[in-house]
């Protein structure tokens, strides 16, 4: 009697575990958030990631759009613009369907829309004004082109875009994510600065701990000029693709500390770090960035 029982058991046992293991090695294969993927691609100099960067953008651009009707790209400043300029130029410039991009910025400065040191004029002069007309940002800009509203102070400025950011996923112009309940980009474009920032996430400032807020603003900021909005980890982290386009020796130490294993400063972490995308995180890099790796 106990035998027969035994055996029944252990049937019983077998069957349910032929059933269990192999959900749990398709779990093994999901895709998690910490093993997202990161891709570092190294190139012998900056014009060749330029050139890698705008098939790069214009590839996931149209994937987008085939898939969605749109491409929700956001840029950062600096030298990003300059490295963009292979994508207004042919064939890109004529193969992008400019007029389904959104566009956004991670950081800007909390100046006039028509300052030399906004964002969105250096993006503007440098980049999108030679995209295609349709995208041309007369002021005001169009509606797919995102800028602050630059009357504001700079806490105003991180509110309101942070309630334009709300209202977009709410009308489901930009999906949510379902991992952080942030608003979740196709693309982000990021730079980093020779400290490891990366947006207006400063090693040396609280913002980069800021894990509630979609938007907050800074107004000591140790690169010039002092007071910027800038997206918050949460949202940039909730991005599909992530791109860190970095360029120049003098960023190698940080690339090092970001990449090669290296610790920060005085044994800090650097925020360039703790970016990692939904999706992909892809590292564009020249031979001078990558020099200590
Ligand atoms: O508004 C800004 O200043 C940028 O968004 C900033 O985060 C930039 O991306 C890095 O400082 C790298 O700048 P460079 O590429 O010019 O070195």
């Known amino acids: 009697m106990a035998a027969s029982f035994f055996f029944a058991f252990r049937r019983a046992i077998f069957t349910i575990a032929k059933l269990i293991l ?53 840029l950062s400043g ?32 909390v100046v006039p829309l028509d300052d030399p040191e906004s964002n969105f004029k250096q993006a503007t002069d440098g980049f999108i004004s030679k995209a295609s007309t349709n995208l041309l940002p007369v002021p005001p800009p169009p509606p797919n082109i995102y800028a602050i509203n630059d ?8 509110e309101d875009y942070e309630a334009r950011l709300k209202n977009l996923v709410q009308i489901k112009t930009i999906p949510v994510s379902k991992a952080s309940g942030c608003p979740k ?8 600065g020779p400290d490891g920032h990366v947006a207006s996430l400063f090693p040396s400032r609280p913002q980069r701990k800021e894990k509630k807020k979609w938007v907050t603003f800074i107004t000591d900021s140790p690169k010039p000029p002092p007071s910027r909005i800038t997206f918050t980890f949460p949202v940039i982290n909730s991005a599909s693709e992530i791109a860190m386009v970095v360029t120049g020796s003098e960023v190698a130490d940080a690339v090092k500390v970001a990449l090669g294993g290296g610790r920060g400063w005085g044994g800090t972490t650097l925020p360039c770090t703790e970016v990692s995308a939904e999706g992909e995180l892809t590292w564009f890099l020249d031979k001078d960035a990558a020099s200590k790796l």
């Open 78 to 109: 600096g030298s990003l613009i300059h490295t963009l300029r292979k994508l207004v130029e042919d064939p890109y410039k004529t193969d992008v369907e400019w007029s389904k991009w959104l566009i956004f910025w991670v950081d800007e400065r």
């Open 151 to 158: 009357k504001k102070s700079p806490k105003g400025a991180a």
């Open 185 to 192: 980009f196709d693309l982000m474009l990021l730079g980093m």
């Open 22 to 74: 192999p959900l749990g090695g398709l779990y093994m294969l999901m895709p998690s958030k910490s093993r997202a993927k990161t891709n570092i691609l190294k190139f012998k100099s900056e014009d060749q990631v330029a050139a890698a960067l705008a098939k790069y953008v214009a590839d996931l651009s149209d994937k987008s759009i085939k898939e969605k009707g749109s491409f929700s790209v956001v």
